[in-house]
Nanobody, 130 residues
Framework: QVHLVESGGGSVQAGGSLRLSCAASGSTQTIDYMAWIRQAPGKQREGVARIYSRGHTTHYADSVKGRFTLSQDNAKSTIYLEMNSLNPEDTGMYYC???????????????????????WGQGTQVTVSS
């Protein structure tokens, strides 16, 4: 079992920045990739950014390319999402998610990759005001 804990959400004005963190614990050796998936009020969840646990390859949704940067610290089993030039459309609950054996979660598309995410954190709220 994998446990994910997010931190770093908050309120910011348009044009501002926030940094989200997600720490994984438990059977982290089973994780193949991790991601941030967000849900705006009244909308379905959408993939934001993902990273492979080995190799650091990243993919981003078109809506955040050039503004968001995803990185990881394998020694700490933690991923970070640096969010710059935030706008009100970025408002929502941001969930950290991970995929790995037994790959029995829900599918999400991030960039060119459609993958299952079977571990989820509780989410952290990001609010961007105009």
């Amino acid at each position: 079992q994998v446990h994910l804990v997010e931190s770093g959400g908050g309120s910011v004005q348009a044009g501002g920045s926030l940094r989200l963190s997600c720490a994984a614990s438990g059977s982290t050796q089973t994780i193949d990739y991790m991601a941030w998936i967000r849900q705006a009020p009244g909308k379905q969840r959408e993939g934001v950014a993902r990273i492979y646990s080995r190799g650091h390859t990243t993919h981003y949704a078109d809506s955040v390319k050039g503004r968001f940067t995803l990185s990881q610290d394998n020694a700490k089993s933690t991923i970070y999402l640096e969010m710059n030039s935030l706008n009100p459309e970025d408002t929502g609950m941001y969930y950290c998610a991970a995929g790995g054996f037994p790959y029995n979660g829900s599918y999400y598309v991030i960039g060119p990759i459609r993958a299952k995410y079977n571990y989820w954190g509780q989410g952290t709220q990001v609010t961007v005001s105009s």
